[in-house]
């Protein structure tokens, strides 16, 4: 029965995250003449209120289309159901073909390769395509959240890819144009499969990347979600400020319902709203750290479903999934998956994102500013994403005991969510005291091996000549190291520069 349950959520909540960042949360341009005031290093959220005064830039109209964006004309009568004939992926493209309302792209403009990539992922994943699209907005919508899900069942291995909206890509049929833009294609034009069958078609052509499932949610569901949970526990190492309505009761277009809100350092606990804009949110910062923090919410809430009894709210958060997700996910394929459930671990997800140096910025001969892939570094990424990780295997059997000596409040919840991204399994105890200066390592580990040791310490980012290492080999330790935590530690950090 917890298999069952644990596998249920695995399932619907990785598919619900895709709901986060929908469309935009906040003014796109905030007025310059602020005045900030962060938040103190504790685990609460604080907002930090704006003078309506100096608000004078005008709030733009949420969920609008870039008006740097190439444009993608809608036909003005609901088109003929007859699909254009897919290209197939060993087609040769000419530029006409990439280009069919532009001029051709200069010569040494980079990342212009329709060749399609071999495919990257076997039969022993299974890879879903986990979309969020605010499609309330009106006819005209674009699938702002992209994120591959890829599972190892058998192995518990899960890899979590971020697309940004603005990469400038292949779409069979349409030409090149913004990732975004390929599920309405799919759904306008009459695409085999519609909009998913053009996703898939596009992620598979482009990236080399097979799915089996999609499923687009919109945000309202993902609310009632975390809040069915009771809420999260969100680790969030380094402090984020955005624009936030006060109340998300109140009118977005009302420029005097808006306040910079600041969450962290520190564990914050969030409900669906806050969960949401957190995830969503990008005016004060971009696409990349979106897909960030995104994957962050769905670690948390992952994390969770693996930790509590959640059984006695299955029935409620399938309905939940089954009024709020387009999916082709049932429930049969959900059982299908129940015996590997126990196989995972939040230690064993692994985050990539598409950004710089995968990705370089570039300018359309239209004027829009989009993102061209780095053909051999992102292939490469892209490799390393859809393969079985050594470092995985290596590190399920190290178990990280992380105790806080510190005095700043969840200073062990931050190192020991930094530990996961980097795949060891931690556990969380109490320090003897809260006064240590400097971080302590202790080494239980029968044969002492230093390099490995100086992982563990670089991914925490001690110095190995401040931190203190204790050496006491014990094969009979349940866990294979001790991190007491310091003031000496800083606990923000950037996950894609973790080694996996």
């Known amino acids: 029965m917890m298999a069952y349950s644990r596998n249920l959520l695995i399932v619907i909540l990785a598919i619900l995250i895709s709901a986060c960042g929908a469309s935009p949360s906040a003014p796109e341009q905030a007025p310059l003449p602020i005045i900030l005031i962060t938040s103190a290093p504790n685990a609460t959220a604080t907002p930090t209120p704006f003078q309506p005064s100096l608000f004078t830039a005008t709030l733009p109209l949420l969920y609008s289309f870039d008006v740097n964006a190439p444009q993608f004309n809608l036909p003005s009568e609901t088109p003929s159901p007859t699909a254009l004939p897919p290209i197939e992926p060993t087609a040769t493209i000419s530029l006409d073909q990439l280009f069919p309302t532009q001029a051709a792209p200069p010569a040494q403009a980079p990342g212009i390769n329709p060749t399609a990539l071999p495919p990257l992922t ?13 499609k309330r907005s009106g006819s005209s919508y674009r699938t702002d959240t992209l994120v591959i899900a890829i599972l190892w069942p058998k192995e518990g291995q899960v890899s979590l890819i971020s697309i940004p909206r603005d ?41 080399g990347i097979r799915i089996d499932h999609t499923a687009m949610v919109e945000f309202d569901g993902f609310r009632r979600i ?8 969100l680790p969030v190492s380094c402090a984020y400020t955005d624009w936030r309505l006060i109340d998300p009761s109140y009118d977005p277009y009302n420029e005097d319902n808006w306040w910079l809100y600041t969450v962290g350092p520190g564990q914050v606990h969030m409900d669906g709203d806050l969960a949401l804009w ?18 962050e919410v769905l670690r948390t809430i992952f994390q969770k479903a693996l930790q ?11 309905n939940d999934f089954a009024s709020t997700v387009i999916t082709d996910l049932g429930l049969a394929d959900m059982l299908r998956m129940a015996p590997y459930a126990v196989n995972f671990t939040n230690a064993n997800i692994r985050g990539y994102y598409i950004r710089p140096p995968f990705v370089s910025s570039w300018t359309t001969p239209g004027g829009a500013s989009v993102l061209l892939p780095n053909q051999a570094e992102l292939e490469q990424m892209l490799i390393e994403a859809t393969t ?13 005991e992380v105790q806080n000596g510190a005095s700043f409040d969840t200073l062990e919840s931050l190192a020991s969510s930094r530990l996961n991204y980097a795949g060891y399994e931690t556990k969380i105890a109490s320090a003897d005291r809260r006064d240590y200066t400097s971080s302590v ?19 925490l980012g001690l110095y190995a000549s401040r931190a203190n290492v204790l050496s006491l080999p014990d ?8 991190v007491i935590l310091g003031s000496d530690y800083e606990p923000c950090f950037q996950p894609e520069d973790l080694s996996h």
């Not at 039969?123 to 605010?134: Q, R, V």
């Not at 957190?278 to 994957?295: E, H, I, L, T, V």
């Not at 079985?388 to 990280?400: C, D, G, N």
Request: avoid cysteine; hydrophobic fraction near 30%.
């Open 475 to 482: 094969a009979n330790n349940p866990v294979q190291y001790r």
């Open 388 to 400: 079985l990780s050594s470092y995985a295997v290596t590190r399920q059997t190290i178990t990280v």
């Open 441 to 459: 390592i202790v080494d239980f580990t029968p044969g002492q091996d230093a390099t490995q040791r100086q992982t563990l310490i670089s991914t």
């Open 308 to 318: 509590t009894d959640t059984f006695s709210k299955i029935p409620q958060l399938y």
């Open 167 to 207: 990469l400038w890509i292949y779409i069979p049929t349409v030409g090149m144009q913004r990732i975004n833009t390929a599920y309405q294609s799919g759904e306008v034009y009459g695409y085999p499969g519609g909009g998913p069958g053009l996703l898939k078609e596009t992620i598979a052509y482009n990236l």
């Open 226 to 233: 975390v809040d069915t949970l009771g809420g999260v526990d």
């Open 278 to 295: 957190y995830a969503r949110s990008r005016s004060k910062s971009n696409d990349f750290d979106r897909g960030r923090r995104q994957q």
């Open 122 to 134: 076997d039969k022993e994943t299974i890879n879903f395509m986990l979309i969020g699209s605010d």
